[in-house]
C-alpha cells in the first residue's frame, strides 16, 4: 500500500501496482539467484538438498504462499521507503481524525512545507532502495536471517548468499515504491 497524501484533498491514496511491482521482485530475484550458474548449487549443496526433492511437492502452493508473503514485505515496505504514512499518521492525531488541518495552524505549514519541500525527495528510486537496504535490510532481515542460521549451523557461505539475496530484494523493493510515490 503506497501510501501518498494527496496534495489536494489531503487524502491517503494507496498506490497498489507499486505493491504488486514491488512484491515481484523476490520472485524474479530468486530465479536469478538461485539459478544453478549463480548461487543455486551452492545454496542447495550447503542445505544438502538435492534438484530431484526441490521438484517435488506442489509448486503452485509454495509459490503462492511465496507471493503473498512477497505482498506483505511489499506493504511493509511502504512505511518505510517513503514517510507519507507517517505524516498521515501525525495528522490524524493533531486534526481530531480528519486530517485536514486548519488553514495556517502549525500542522498546515508542516504538511505544505513537507508537500512542497520534501516529499518529492523521499519519492525517488534512491530514498526508497538505500530505506529498503538500511531499514528491512540491515535492521530486520540481516539480523532474523543471522540469528536463524547461526542455530541452524549455517555455513559462513549460506548466509552471505541469503543476505545479498535479501539486501537486494529489498533496496529494490523500496526504490519500486518510492519512485512510484509520485
Do not use: C
Amino acid at each position: 500500500m503506497s501510501v501518498l497524501i494527496n496534495q489536494t484533498n489531503n487524502k491517503m491514496e494507496i498506490n497498489f501496482l507499486s505493491v504488486i511491482l514491488a512484491a515481484m521482485v523476490p520472485m524474479i530475484m530468486g530465479f536469478v539467484w538461485y539459478h544453478d550458474k549463480v548461487f543455486g548449487n551452492t545454496w542447495r549443496n550447503e542445505l544438502g538438498l538435492t534438484t530431484e526433492y526441490l521438484q517435488k511437492g506442489n509448486m503452485a502452493i509454495l509459490f503462492g504462499l511465496a507471493f503473498v508473503m512477497s505482498l506483505l514485505m511489499a506493504m511493509g515496505q511502504t512505511s518505510i521507503a517513503i514517510h507519507d504514512s507517517f505524516i498521515h499518521g501525525a495528522l490524524y492525531y493533531v486534526t481530531n481524525k480528519t486530517m485536514i488541518p486548519e488553514p495556517g495552524s502549525e500542522a498546515a505549514k508542516w504538511l505544505d512545507y513537507y508537500t512542497t519541500t520534501l516529499a518529492s525527495t523521499n519519492h525517488r528510486f534512491s530514498h526508497g532502495a538505500t530505506h529498503g537496504f538500511l531499514i528491512a535490510g540491515i535492521f530486520v532481515a540481516v539480523p532474523v536471517l543471522v540469528t536463524d542460521a547461526l542455530f541452524e549451523r549455517r555455513s559462513f557461505k549460506f548466509i552471505m548468499i541469503k543476505i545479498g539475496f535479501w539486501l537486494i530484494s529489498l533496496s529494490l523493493m523500496g526504490g519500486i515504491i518510492a519512485s512510484m510515490a509520485k
